[in-house]
């Protein structure tokens, strides 16, 4: 607003006289209108509302683009985007419900509704006599499951999205990829049929169907040599096209392939993969911060470095003192001591915490330290804090079974469950809940889960007393998330879909990954 102002008073200082429009979008704030009063030109503009709210990047996905939800909401307190989410539910509400159902888990979820409500209320639409299309809205903050968000992808969407960033659907593919000067965007979405079969499958996967499309692709083209001018004429105007359409796509996405494969190499990737199964198992937790150590005095990268401090932190209920205090001090001295704001940030929002001495007693600790004199009681915490500690992810993935069981090598080209996201190593927390509230139609008997995910749940019942809503309707769920979703839980949702015979619908402010997450929380203009 400051520099629209000042344009405006310099134009009015060489005396050009113009008319001004603003548009705001998705919405105008009070603020704004302070500022342009204070700096004396609110006369001088006209303003407008474009009520941008939602933008579909794919059949399922639709996206508020917004990508600051996430810094301001959960970071800053800062509500004034709930009003956008309520806004968009209102409109999906009135082209496919009325919604039957609602749940919902977290503090911004809680607000969004109550908020949509409300304005349902006052606008007296006229949904009553509609057949609804889609039978459940289910929305979930982000901060209910901070792990999967700070986990590398390895779907293939998801990878190509770390590596390359996806933006609004679509992804530059730069020389590397094209083999050759120039870099495309290409747009990823069911459209392209070669995308389509891979977006959800595990990397390790993705090579072997490549190459057996091409294969499938060369036959085809060699059915033109034995073809007489008729047959010839049909093949060229109805099949050439496609074709050769297909055969761009399929060349760019194992140029992509290649690419990542080259960059992971490079990084190290296996080791990291084994750093983070640990961690989210709770295994060789001294081994996995060395990991950690080591990466951040080789600088290989600050964002990297931040994530798996963060998953470290938060698989452990915060970090015990001295580590906080080591990892910390070796960050600082490696990447700069601008970044101690950063630490800051994630302190204020629990992705990278201390814990406060006393924290890490279990009750038979506590009984024990009664017995001895303080002094003793110290070195008996001491010990027991390098042994397992309480934590709530450790619990709730305990009460959900988030880490599958497996025997022998977990077959990823046929999963059997949404854990395949992660090699098979973890299912991811905000799915698993997803799958247990629809199982069960409601919260009850996840009261356990809730204690430790801090509750604020809710699941509402819309449509009283009416024969029972179209059944095609209620195998339809809207996922609204609150704060960012990842490629991961769209593809773990996807499979449980398939296997339950649900049909997914994602809304989310934006769609992010550990490395977008990470930037939203470093203060340093890098």
Sequence with gaps: MKYIADIINADKMAGRSRKYKIIFSPQKFYACEMVLEEEGVF?????????????????????????????????????RWINCVARALQLLNSLYGPFSKAYGIGRCAKMSYELWRDLEEESESDSQGRKPEIGNVFLMDRDTDYVTALCSQVVYEGLVDDTFRIKCGSVDFGPDVTSSDKSI???????????????????????????QKSRNLQAQYDRRRGMDIKQMKNFV????????????????????????????????????????????????????TSFIEEHIDRQVSPIESLRLMCLLSITENGLIPKDYRSLKTQ?????????????????????????????????????????????????????????????????????LGLIPRVDGEYDLKMPRDMAYVFSGAYIPLSCKIIEQVLERKSWLGLEEVLRLLNG?????????????????????????????????????????????GYKFIFLTTAITNSARMMEAMIETKA
């Excluded at 579909?56 to 810094?71: A, H, V």
């Excluded at 965007?185 to 993705?206: A, G, M, P």
């Excluded at 101690?340 to 007693?361: D, V």
């Design 185 to 211: 965007k290409v747009l990823l979405n069911s459209q392209d049929k070669v995308f389509s079969q891979i977006r959800n499958e595990h990397f390790s996967s993705v090579f072997g169907f490549l190459s």
């Design 43 to 79: 006369g001088d503009v006209s303003c407008d509302e474009w009520s941008f709210y939602l933008l579909p990047l794919d059949d399922d996905i639709i996206s508020m683009e917004l990508p600051e939800f996430f810094r301001d909401y959960f970071l800053e307190g800062d509500h």
């Design 331 to 399: 960050y600082l001295q490696s990447y700069g001591p601008e970044h101690l704001l950063t630490f800051h940030n994630l302190k204020r929002i629990g992705l990278l915490t201390e814990q406060s001495p006393g924290e890490t007693l279990t009750a038979v600790e506590s009984k024990v330290s009664k017995l001895v004199t303080d002094r003793a009681a110290g070195k008996i915490t001491d010990a027991f804090n390098s042994l397992a500690r309480k934590s709530n992810f450790r619990g709730i993935s305990k009460k």
């Design 456 to 500: 604020n749940e809710f699941s509402v019942t819309e449509s009283a007393g009416e024969d029972s809503p179209a059944w095609e309707s209620q195998r339809i769920i809207l996922t609204v998330f609150l704060g960012g979703c990842t490629f991961s839980e769209i593809a773990a949702l996807r499979f449980l879909g398939k296997e339950k």
């Design 237 to 288: 105007s109805q099949e050439l096209k496609g074709l050769k359409q297909e055969h761009r796509l399929l060349s760019l996405h194992i140029g992509a392939c290649e690419s990542i494969m080259k960059k992971k190499t490079k990084q190290d990737f296996q080791e990291m993969i084994k750093t983070e199964h640990s961690l989210l198992e709770g295994f060789d937790i001294r081994e996995s």
